[in-house]
């Protein structure tokens, strides 16, 4: 007759008594709805108020440890007398139970209720006197609530971080003792608002030093601007709805206002113009905006635009935090520039200026049961540093370092038991090899206990960042991240440094070794600096190393040596092909270290006068000894123009945006899930823009009427094409109408909000495209509301082609998949003259007759103009719609040009695309070979049809310069920016 429960094939009694208590080290753990229906779910996680009156009680029993007494004997009084009326209460009610006869004849009653109602009184009386007491005490206490709130923030502040990465992990205990180290080294004061001053001060800065220091430099000033924000709101002088708008940018969603005539300001520029112009403090901005048009002119074009005084009133009227939201608007390159201004003025210098590395002040830090964690980043090695810091305190001998990987944990505990014992030392490294043993050196790490340790012995660990890596280790432990060197200057000062005066004059051919020599390591530091452009600097990111660049010394010292005459051509094809070629997979940047390679290995490199970048700053300098190429390299710029790499002054531009796109991406991850804007709750703003695109988008195409209208016939392989675009169009906007529709209902409460429509709310409340439609939707980067503007011209394209028949012109970035497109175009042309086609490759002609650059109108519209006046070919295709990125076309010397300044991207007139029978390649310098992508990113990978899921097609784009100037610039054409205007 017992119950029994089935655990997977067994059968087991089950007694109803039993209990089972689960717990999560997740911050913030997801289940599913059908689980949390079977369990009761039980939230032990500090909220904001519980950590602030926690803090309150740390700081008052540090500051005034008498007052936090008397506190904590009230609440044991208190209990102690509640504790005293339940048991009078109780022994009644037993007496009551228990009586018989006449009540009123129990002596023993009528005594104990005497008695009770002496004890109740006196008790009153101490509850009236405890709580006048504790009134007092509230009071005093009330005094440090700025240091406790404070405080709070601070921690949040902090918590939020493990979103960025998961090795950022700070536990609450170690933050407690933080702060109380901080309250005792704070500067005293006698008087009480001043001491309050320096605590917050002292500890604000303190957690900001100690937590730099576990922070990769990319997210210092992250944190610090985060830091900053977070103490701001705190006291009420940053707006969400403000910052929110900061962060994601905002859509204008009622001012239609015309853009002013002036040809500087951009469509995108003034879109962001007039969503601003819809805050609440913003209003009436654009209509200022175009009464001071050359003001604000002068404004777009400053080189430091964060110190420029806003014309009218909004100088006076905008906080330093409003003034972001303008420059945001209209030159976010220079963003980080004036985050750094920002939080220096608000907090200080020292807020922007971070800790350098230090393994003593951690080691000083860390204890015999701490774990010390370095954190990796591509190309650190702390391991060398650790070993010179282990000979200064003496434990050279008593270190052992371990290399993780298969079947070395049980040696690395054998070690660890070891120096437990003896006090010693163990450095494991690579702990990201080897996750699956974690889970055991976090159990060591769980049972150390200090009286059982020896006081010297120590844990040192390296790893690189994995979400795999034991919570409790990272929060309980001493985090460090040492990068290497960063920027042009430093990283040839890191090569020369590792150099003797010995190893320079070690070759048989001293004076050319070392000028070489030179060449090489610039063009090292070139490479591994170009990274800093993003997708224009290299495709993929590569983690070129100091190893790659010691084998070509080493090659380099040989072959100087083994011939009479040095071989150039070798020294370059294995530098090149093997040695750094090597990492390099995608094509094109194969062909962009080739070039920049070609400006560096070369017998021209001899001439003292030979210079390697147009200023002349970068140049081949006479042999001399090491002290003289340090003293060189010591004068050049610390931040390089990008004439060095081979680019146009808007690559600087490029660079900041992108660093811009990606701090305010990170951001918008911290982002709070709720907010409002205009007296519109977050929920009524989702529900707002499904409604709108649930409006604005068409129904799905008549797909039997377009296989209808468009057989495939063997003379017009474009039937095709149109009708598989009818086929994955169709597929994303059933995708959006039905997850939109759904969304709706779980937030009227009519169906399940499941998880994935909640990701899909969030991603509509911070403007960005759900990953339900990215899932099915051709690749694009733009934000949510520029998406749909883009997807809107997509399909009118489309219908255009299905009503009127096959276009003149074909809009080549309305194309699911471009590559059936052209290999369409091949098909027609070798049916229609019988060709193999095999035997055909295309040709391309620019049609800039009567093209105008755009003028400041409507891009779209003139676009269409433009294209109405073109005739469809006999042979081939003309497509339209590209942008180009790097460079810009000039229709008067039919040719590539340099970019006008701020100009990041231009227009490309129409292109008719020809195929050609065993076509003769033009002249490798008249032309330039262009990759064309669908999107900014430029990387792809292969999919299942053996093409690049972004890279297109070379195309032949005339140049009347040499094309190694547009290979070194990275210029590209697209078929879709991160705006849907230019």
Not at 430 to 440: E, F
Request: glycine share 4%; hydrophobic share 40%; with cysteine.
């Amino acid at each position: 007759g017992q119950p029994h429960v089935k655990l997977a094939d067994k059968t087991v009694p089950f007694d109803p008594a039993f209990r089972l208590y689960m717990t999560s080290k997740l911050p913030n753990p997801h289940y599913a709805p059908e689980l949390q229906v079977k369990v009761s779910l039980l939230n032990f996680t500090i909220t904001p108020l519980g950590l602030q009156d926690q803090m309150l009680g740390t700081v008052v029993a540090v500051e005034r440890p008498e007052l936090e007494q008397k506190k904590n004997a009230l609440v044991v009084q208190n209990a102690r007398n509640a504790k005293k009326l339940q048991d009078i209460e109780d022994e009644i009610l037993k007496l009551l139970s228990e009586s018989q006869g006449d009540i009123l004849a129990d002596e023993a009653l009528i005594n104990t209720l005497a008695q009770s109602k002496t004890t109740a009184g006196e008790i009153q009386e101490q509850v009236k006197e405890a709580s006048v007491v504790e009134a007092q005490i509230d009071e005093s206490r009330r005094a440090y609530l700025p240091v406790a709130i404070r405080t709070s923030i601070l921690y949040f502040s902090i918590v939020d971080l493990a979103t960025v990465d998961s090795m950022y992990q700070y536990s609450l205990q170690w933050f407690v003792n933080l702060f109380v180290a901080g309250i005792h080294a704070a500067p005293a004061s006698d008087d009480l608002q001043e001491r309050l001053k320096h605590l917050n001060s002292y500890f604000t800065l303190s957690l900001y030093e100690n937590v730099c220091r576990s922070l990769f430099e990319t997210h210092k000033m992250l944190f610090s601007f985060l830091l900053t924000v977070r103490i701001l709101e705190g006291d009420k002088r940053i707006n969400s709805v403000e910052w929110r708008h900061l962060v994601t940018g905002g859509v204008a969603k009622t001012l239609t206002d015309a853009k002013p005539s002036d040809s500087w300001l951009t469509e995108n520029v003034w879109k962001s113009v007039l969503a601003l112009s819809e805050l609440e403090s913003f209003k009436g901005f654009q209509r200022d905006f175009a009464a001071h048009i050359d003001t604000f002119k002068a404004y777009f074009d400053s080189p430091d635009p964060h110190e420029f005084v806003l014309p009218g009133r909004w100088d006076a009227q905008l906080d330093a935090f409003q003034k972001l939201l303008v420059l945001r608007a209209l030159r976010p390159d220079k963003m980080s520039a004036a985050i750094t201004k920002f939080v220096t003025e608000e907090m200080g210098q020292e807020f922007v200026e971070s800790p350098p590395f230090d393994i003593e002040y951690s080691y000083r830090a860390s204890n015999n049961t701490t774990p010390l964690v370095f954190i990796l980043s591509r190309g650190a090695d702390p391991a060398s540093e650790l070993f010179n810091f282990a000979s200064e305190q003496g434990f050279s001998d008593k270190m052992v370092s371990i290399s993780l990987g298969q079947g070395q944990g049980k040696i690395a505990m054998e070690h660890m038991e070891h120096a437990m014992q003896t006090g010693g030392w163990v450095l494991l490294q690579n702990c990201h090899l080897a996750v699956s043993w974690l889970p055991q050196l976090e159990q060591i790490c769980e049972n150390l206990k200090p009286e059982d340790v020896d006081p010297n012995y120590r844990l040192w660990l390296t790893s690189m960042p994995t979400p795999k890596f034991p919570v409790s280790i990272l929060q309980n432990g001493v985090k460090m991240t040492n990068e290497p060197p960063k920027g042009l200057r430093a990283n040839l000062l890191r090569s020369y440094l590792g150099f003797t005066d010995e190893s320079l004059e070690s070759s048989s051919k001293p004076e050319s070794f070392k000028k070489l020599l030179f060449s090489l390591c610039l063009f090292h530091a070139i490479i591994l600096d170009r990274r800093k452009f993003g997708p224009l600097g290299w495709n993929i990111p590569y983690d070129f190393t100091e190893t790659d660049l010691q084998v070509c010394v080493t090659q380099l010292r040989e072959f100087v040596d083994m011939y009479d005459e040095i071989p150039y051509q070798v020294i370059h094809f294995l530098t090149y092909d093997i040695n750094y070629g090597g990492r390099v997979t995608d094509n094109v940047d194969r062909r962009t270290i080739r070039t920049i390679l070609d400006d560096f290995i070369n017998e021209d490199v001899m001439d003292d006068t030979y210079a390697f970048s147009s200023s002349g700053k970068y140049r081949s300098i006479p042999a001399g000894s090491r002290a003289d190429y340090i003293k060189y390299i010591k004068t050049l710029d610390l931040v390089p123009k990008p004439e060095v790499f081979g680019m146009h002054e808007n690559a600087d531009i490029t660079s900041a945006q992108e660093s811009t796109l990606q701090l305010f991406a990170t951001i918008t991850q911290l982002l709070p899930r709720s907010g409002s804007s205009g007296g519109k709750s977050r929920e009524e703003m989702i529900a707002e823009t499904a409604n709108e695109f649930l409006q604005l988008l068409p129904a799905p195409f008549d797909l039997e009427l377009a296989q209808k209208k468009y057989p495939p016939v063997y003379e017009e392989s474009m039937n095709t094409v149109v009708v598989q675009e009818v086929i994955r169009y169709n597929r994303l906007l059933r995708v959006i109408k039905r997850s939109l529709r759904d969304l709706l209902k779980a937030m009227k409460g009519l169906m399940v909000m499941t998880e994935a429509l909640e990701a899909m709310a969030e991603s509509i409340f911070n403007n960005a495209v759900p990953a339900q439609w990215q899932a099915v939707a051709y690749p694009s980067l733009m934000p949510l509301a520029d998406w749909g503007v883009d997807l809107r011209s997509r399909l009118e394209f489309i219908d255009t082609w299905l009503k009127n028949g096959t276009p003149a012109v074909y809009s080549l970035p309305s194309f699911f998949f471009p590559q059936a497109f052209l290999t369409g175009t091949l098909q027609n042309f070798a049916r229609k003259y019988k060709i193999p086609i095999d035997s055909l490759s295309f040709s391309f002609r620019v049609l800039d007759d009567g093209w105008v650059e755009k003028d400041g109108s409507d891009d779209q519209k003139q676009q269409k103009q433009q294209q109405q006046q073109l005739e469809r070919p006999e042979d081939g295709v003309i497509v339209d719609g590209l942008f180009l990125e790097g460079a810009r076309w000039d229709p008067a010397s039919h040719s590539l040009v340099d970019p006008r300044p701020k100009e990041l991207f231009a227009r490309m007139p129409p292109i008719h695309i020809l195929p050609v029978k065993d076509r003769e390649a033009p002249d490798a310098d008249s032309v330039y070979k262009c990759p064309v992508y669908k999107t900014l990113l430029r990387r792809g990978q292969l999919s299942t049809t053996g093409h690049s899921t972004n890279f297109v097609v070379f195309m032949e784009i005339p140049t009347s310069v040499p094309p190694a100037k547009w290979i070194k610039s990275g210029v590209g054409l697209f078929t879709s920016l991160r705006t849907s205007s230019l």
